[in-house]
Every structure is written in C-alpha cells, then in structure tokens.
C-alpha cells in the first residue's frame, strides 16, 4: 500500500524497492527490546545505502529496521532486504 504524496520512480536503487514506512506495506513496527538494539543498529548501518539508493529516508529505514528484528533476532543485509520485498508485494506493489 502506497502512502499518498509523491511518488518515487520504481527501481532507483539496485534492490527496487519502494520507498515506504513498513506499516504502509501493512507491517507493524513494535517497540523493540532493549537487548536488541546493538544488533539493529549494526544492521541498520550494514543496509542503509541500499535503502538509500532506493530513495528511503532515515526514518523509513530505522522503521524497517525496527519491524525486521522483532521477528527475528539477527540477520544479513540481503535476507533484510528480501523481507522488506516479501512485505511490499503482497500491498500490491507491481516489482
């Protein structure tokens, strides 16, 4: 699901996807556990030019980071990554 405003050409990064807050693609993003929080944040930093490239903001990246540990308890770029692409398809999103 698109939010509303201005839209982002598909594919401006090499992963194509859309620059969206999870809960836009319908992903909830609960507070995370304290213990968490080194991990996320060095995943965050490990993803974070690919989301860049693909016009995510700072905010948008840190919800997706968010939403992605708490279901998992660690992870690789690209697993991120394809989580993110699982979550956006089934909105309707055309890849």
Same mark, same amino acid.
């Given at each position: 699901?698109? =939010? !509303? =405003? $201005?839209?982002? !050409? #598909? &594919?401006? =990064?090499?992963? &194509?996807?859309? $620059?969206?807050? $999870?809960?836009?693609a319908g992903v909830e993003v609960p507070k995370l556990p304290i213990e968490k929080v080194e991990s996320e944040r060095l995943l965050e930093n490990e993803v974070r030019g690919r989301l860049e490239a693909d016009g995510f903001s700072d905010d948008q990246i840190l919800r997706w980071i968010e939403a992605y540990f708490a279901e998992h308890d660690e992870g690789e770029p690209d697993?991120? /990554?394809?989580? /993110?692409?699982?979550?956006?398809? #089934?909105?309707?999103?055309?890849?």
């Open positions: 699901m698109a =939010g !509303s =405003g $201005p839209e982002q !050409s #598909p &594919g401006r =990064g090499d992963d &194509g996807l859309a $620059p969206e807050f $999870p809960q836009e697993a991120v /990554i394809a989580w /993110i692409r699982e979550r956006e398809r #089934p909105a309707g999103r055309d890849q």
